[in-house]
């Protein structure tokens, strides 16, 4: 901080962050913006002091600087009047700072374990081979829909324990609720889901309070129980948490993973020769092209600097991963995808207190995908030609494709 180096700063729009050239390709508009500074004001939403940081050093201090916090009270009114209407936004693991936010995650911690994680493996393998066998009688595919989508669904239901009749509602659910448009409309709808939330696991809770199994959601009322150390607000918030990233996250590595791939033939022929080389892959891809675009808003809780640039108190800062993962200054030739690379430094996972806390159960997920797919579909090739493949609109912070055909 307070280098006194601002580079040129550019005010952007709003629209920089929703243009269609950004939605299909944010990493070029980023290195138009790079030569100009690692720190941007940006006008989101209008009126409201807004900055985006777009390099590796100054992007991994912000995501860990205790002055940026992420409880929603110390944001714009704007913000303080979502988290009043809203518990489950206000009181969930990337709203809090400690020592709430310790309080929650280390509850959290107790039930999502190394050993836990590691006891789901030939689960994965076993939903991975058998989405696989469906896929390979018909010879082509569309890897999202059918792949990428339901593995850690049904992954993230099994493990939190819930019934495999309703994930129907949550898919729903929770691409409703990461759509972070302000209209009345998106507002009003994201309201509806998240009474509909409230009643659903308000009722789960109770059935596994009765009567425990071995699942999450039991883990965690016994723990809160226990010692009285999580409210039934804080609970629904963090069973809500679990389920959005459970769905809007893992899809996308193995999405925009295998894309990677399937443009950069020799890469995918050297995992296929070399499988070993798999684990380091998947740390290519988190960099390359990750699922999450820009972490979830901080503010400014005094006045400070991040490379020079002014950040009023108050302020809205957002730290572009993507942008981070290209930075010439932490990455050699970062454009290229090499999964020889030792690119583990990247920050697709965040860092700090709010590191991703299904780091462990992400990266088993989409080593076991990774792995299988290019072992039982050899020949998989795109279905299209890599222009017709559309982006979800940039209005969420997730990247990632509507749909991705595939032959094999
Ligand atoms: C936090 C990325 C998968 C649960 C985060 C953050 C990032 C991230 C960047 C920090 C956001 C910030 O600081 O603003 C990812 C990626 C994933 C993934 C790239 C897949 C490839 C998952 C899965 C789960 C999960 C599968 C759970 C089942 C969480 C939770 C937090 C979090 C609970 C909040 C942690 C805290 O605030 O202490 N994730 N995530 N994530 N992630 Fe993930």
């Known amino acids: 901080e307070g280098t006194g180096n601002t580079g040129n700063p550019e005010r952007l729009p709003l629209e920089f962050l929703f243009s269609p050239e ?10 138009r913006l790079r030569e100009k500074g690692p720190v941007h004001p940006i006008d989101f939403p209008p009126g409201v002091s807004s900055f985006l940081v777009i390099d590796h050093e100054h992007g991994r201090a912000a995501l860990s600087d205790p002055r940026l916090a992420k409880n929603l009270r110390n944001g714009p009114d704007l913000f303080r009047e979502l988290a009043g209407g809203n518990p489950a936004l206000a009181e969930n693991l990337l709203s809090t700072d400690p020592p ?48 990428a989508f339901p593995l850690p669904i049904t992954v993230i239901c099994e493990l939190l324990g819930v019934p495999a009749g309703d994930r129907d509602d949550f898919r729903v659910w929770s691409a409703t609720l990461v759509t972070p448009s302000l209209d009345e409309e998106s507002v009003k709808r994201r309201d509806a889901v998240n009474t509909a939330i409230r009643a659903y696991f308000s009722g789960l809770i109770a059935e596994r309070r009765a009567e425990p199994r071995d699942d999450m959601v039991s883990a965690l009322v016994t723990a809160s129980d ?37 443009t950069h033939p ?26 999450v675009e820009r972490a979830t808003l901080r503010f400014a809780t005094e006045d400070l600097r991040i490379a020079g640039v002014r950040i009023p108190e108050g302020s809205m800062v957002q730290v572009s991963l993507g942008a981070a993962g290209r930075d010439p200054g ?63 609109g940039s209005a969420s912070i997730v990247r990632g494709l509507q749909a991705l055909p595939v032959r094999f």
Do not use: K
């Open 100 to 147: 709430d936010h310790t309080r929650l995650r280390r509850l959290v911690s107790r039930a999502f374990t190394a050993r836990r994680v590691e006891s789901l493996r030939p689960r994965i393998q076993e939903i991975t081979d058998r989405l696989i066998d469906t896929m390979a009688a018909r010879g082509r595919a569309d890897l999202l829909d059918d792949f």
């Open 330 to 392: 932490a990455f050699d030739d970062p454009d290229a995808l090499d999964v020889t690379r030792d690119g583990g430094h990247h920050l697709a996972f965040g860092h700090g207190v709010h590191f991703c806390l299904g780091a462990p159960l992400a990266r088993l997920e989409a080593r076991i995908a990774f792995g299988t797919l290019l072992r039982r579909l050899p020949d998989i090739a795109l279905d299209c030609a890599p222009e017709q493949l559309e982006w979800r």
């Open 22 to 31: 950004f939605t299909r390709d944010p990493y070029a508009e980023y290195g």
């Open 226 to 262: 226990e010692d009285e150390l999580l409210s039934e607000p804080e609970l629904i918030a963090m069973l809500t948490l679990l389920l959005i990233a459970g769905h809007e996250t893992t899809v996308n590595l193995i999405g925009n993973g295998m894309l990677a791939l399937l």
């Open 266 to 291: 020799g890469q995918l022929r050297l995992l296929q020769e070399e499988p070993e080389l798999i684990p380091g892959a998947v740390e290519e891809f988190l960099r390359y092209d990750g699922p």
